[in-house]
């Protein structure tokens, strides 16, 4: 099975508590105070607080505050995609592996560079941002809004259900007009703890209260496909493929989908879900599933492109555990 083209296409390219400006969704939770020790939030998000309709956006498009961000590819935005929305990709947020210090691919920048970058999308403090998909797939988004949640934006920022598939299914219009440019004013960024290194991995795979879910597909996980050295999982991690997180589609399942995905994937109902995946793309869409249903999220970053180049990290592979009756290291 082939790694996605948006995947490949990277390896290869090797708070302020505001009155509200614009109606939010039902039910959204407005009390974003945060514990700065575990990343855990006393009233957790709720799906309400995380999705938007098309019916939604319709009646907010042109409300002055909202940022509305075009995920996908370029082309793509350049032929249609929905009124005001501004194109972003990885790059826009992200360190580019020549630049960080170990090579990797898609690591979240600094929290003053990270600023810069958000303020020239447009994002100021007042902003409610929209992010949504256009005729692709699902996790380039999902990283966006892990992000922006990373960068303690989470209260204001929702993914459009459906992205814009949805959108035009619904009889909206869309556009080729590219909206004029504008800098966002941010303050200094408090970014939330969201994001875990190896050893944080290696010390929760089997601790209570946690669970670490590989969100490759399942060829990965089971070590019958892949480029690194070491092919496999991280020891003791759990598989739940980011493509069983919504439907076909690419609309997300239902919480009672999600709820029995999560368990069968041995996630109790107050775990905090700590998800991987090859480069840190595709495990944002399992731990936004995950956010739906109030579990708390943390996100390793460097994923198996680190733990697979490490040969003193833990890894089970049962590919090879079925052709020789033992797993290799």
């Not at 957790?44 to 956006?57: E, G, I, K, N, Y």
């Not at 692709?136 to 992205?163: E, M, Q, Y």
């Not at 598939?165 to 219009?173: D, F, K, L």
């Not at 875990?196 to 795979?205: Q, R, T, W």
Request: one cysteine or more; charged letters at 20%.
């Amino acid at each position: 099975m082939p790694i996605p083209r948006h995947t490949a296409r990277l390896l290869a390219a090797a708070p302020l508590l505001l009155a509200p400006v614009l109606e939010l969704p039902p039910d959204r939770t407005t009390d974003r105070s945060t514990d700065r020790s575990t990343g855990r939030q006393p009233q957790v998000d709720s799906r309400a607080a995380l999705l938007v309709t098309p019916t939604w956006l319709a009646e907010h498009l042109r409300d002055p505050d909202l940022v509305l961000l075009h995920v996908g590819d370029k082309a793509e935005y350049d032929r249609a995609h929905l009124p005001g929305a501004r194109y972003v990709s990885m790059r826009d947020v992200s360190v580019s592996s020549m630049d960080h210090a170990n090579g990797l691919m898609l690591e979240l920048p600094s929290p003053d560079s990270l600023r810069a970058q958000l303020q020239a999308l447009g994002i100021s403090d007042r902003s409610r941002v929209v992010v949504y998909y256009g005729n692709d797939w699902v996790s380039p988004a999902t990283r966006i809004v892990f992000t922006l949640d990373h960068a303690g934006l989470g209260a204001r920022t929702s993914l459009l259900d459906g992205g814009m598939s949805a959108w035009s299914a619904a009889g909206h219009p869309t556009t080729a007009e590219v909206p004029a440019r504008t800098v966002g004013k941010l303050s200094p960024l408090r970014t939330r703890p969201l994001v875990v290194d190896a050893e944080y991995v290696k010390a929760h795979v089997n601790a209570p209260g946690s669970r670490v879910i590989d969100a490759r597909a399942a060829v990965f996980y089971d070590g019958v496909e892949g480029n690194d050295a070491r092919r496999g999982h991280v020891a003791g991690a759990r598989s739940l493929p980011f493509t069983q997180v919504t439907d076909d589609r690419m609309r997300l399942r239902s919480a009672e989908e999600l709820t029995a995905l999560f368990r069968a994937a041995g996630v109790g109902p107050r775990d905090t879900v700590v998800a991987y995946c090859h480069i840190g793309q595709q495990a944002t869409a399992v731990l936004f599933a995950a956010r739906t249903l109030g579990h708390p999220v943390r996100l390793f970053d460097g994923s198996y492109q680190e733990w697979g180049r490490r040969p003193e990290l833990p890894v089970e592979n049962p590919a090879a555990r079925g052709a020789s009756g033992s797993a290799k290291p």
